[in-house]
């Protein structure tokens, strides 16, 4: 069975780095260049190359909701927040273009995120009026 993937960022950053391909036009061809050269692959992994620590390894999005779950929901997962979710992320070693994004609107999906609880101690009145705003 062929799985047919919708084309990404990276595709031109990858036929860059394991071709030497580069977009005809002569703007495009310098913005993957520049993009590339925060890249390298290694066994057809795409690596980001990291400053403050270890090298990122670049995943899709079905394998980020993956890690997401694992790390927020897992056996060791303590529900963390969206920012504090993303950094857990890096440090661990995976990156993706919308991390932060994906990390947040995650976090508000979860049972235990109190933006949906109700507020406790409040007459019902005052409850039903913050609610239908």
């Not at 595709?11 to 977009?23: A, Q, R, S, T």
């Not at 440090?91 to 947040?104: A, C, L, N, Q, V």
């Not at 979860?110 to 409850?127: F, M, Q, S």
Request: aromatic residues 12%.
């Amino acid at each position: 069975m062929q799985i047919d993937e919708d084309p990404s960022w990276q595709d031109p950053i990858i036929d860059y780095l394991v071709n030497e391909n580069l977009p005809t036009n002569k703007s495009e061809a310098r913005k993957v260049q520049q993009k590339a050269a925060r890249y390298y692959m290694q066994d057809d992994k795409l690596i980001r190359k990291s400053y403050s620590s270890h090298h990122l390894t670049y995943i899709k999005y079905h394998q980020a909701l993956e890690v997401l779950f694992k790390i927020h929901d897992g056996e060791c997962g303590n529900h963390s927040w969206g920012r504090s979710l993303t950094q857990k992320a890096l440090k661990i070693g995976h990156f993706w273009s919308t991390m932060r994004h994906d990390s947040t609107k995650y976090v508000k999906r979860c049972d235990r995120y109190p933006g949906y609880k109700p507020i406790l101690n409040l007459p019902t009145e005052v409850y039903y009026l913050q609610n239908s705003l």
